[in-house]
């Protein structure tokens, strides 16, 4: 895997514990190679951040074996 696409909806979170680079959907080009579902409804961009950063991991490690990757506030989803 070469990164991570994330939609433009996404705000940037400059922090966030990547091992591998981001590219944002408003640069042209980029190819979707796997897909990581936010599903956690509406939350205030500093709580969004906070719960990003503590599951990042968990995400990350889930893509590497899954081509679609659902993040649910409590629980993660994946199919390969």
Known sequence: MTGFFF??????VSDLPVKLPIVHASR??????KVVHLRVGNM?????ETWLKRCWPRIEAA?????????????IQSVR
């Open 44 to 48: 205030r961009r500093r709580e969004f």
């Open 7 to 12: 939609d433009e909806n996404l705000p940037a």
């Open 63 to 75: 893509v590497k074996e899954h081509k679609l990757v659902n993040v649910f506030p409590t629980s």
């Open 28 to 33: 042209l080009g980029a190819r979707m190679t």
